[in-house]
């Protein structure tokens, strides 16, 4: 069965870090761009970040530039999204999916096709 888990959501203080994870089974992973989404309560989803199947191309909303960076493994079937310097503003439901192209020059969701049940990410003090 195809399917896409996140993991790595919890609750982090302002300034702190997390390591978010994607793991695809059923499927192989490199022949797929992928990108984070997130989507706070009475927010529409939006795109975070991307990377292209070979890992060789990025790319990120303003929001996070700079304080996010996205890679992947895929030996391991997995791409992450190291997330740095996090802010309140960050908090939402953080999700992970695939787009039907090696290539990624664009983060809109109606363009992914997968999707991952998605992992709570909540900034506070």
């Known amino acids: 069965q195809v399917q896409l888990v996140e993991s790595g959501g919890g609750l982090v203080q302002p300034g702190g870090s997390l390591r978010l994870s994607c793991v695809a089974s059923?499927?192989?992973?490199?022949?797929?761009?992928i990108g984070w989404f997130r989507q706070a309560p009475g927010k529409e989803r939006e795109g975070v970040s991307c990377?292209?199947?070979?890992?060789?191309?990025?790319y990120y909303t303003n929001s996070v530039k700079g304080r996010f960076t996205i890679s992947r493994d895929n030996a391991k079937n997995t791409v992450y999204l190291q997330m740095n310097s996090l802010k309140p503003e960050d908090t939402a439901v953080y999700y992970c999916?695939?787009?039907?192209?090696?290539?990624?020059?664009?983060?809109?969701?109606?363009?992914?096709?997968?999707w991952g049940q998605g992992t709570q990410v909540t900034v506070s003090s």
């Open positions: 999916a695939t787009r039907g192209r090696r290539d990624c020059y664009t983060i809109v969701p109606r363009q992914y096709d997968n």
């Open positions: 059923g499927f192989t992973l490199n022949e797929y761009a």
């Open positions: 990377i292209s199947s070979s890992g060789s191309s990025t």
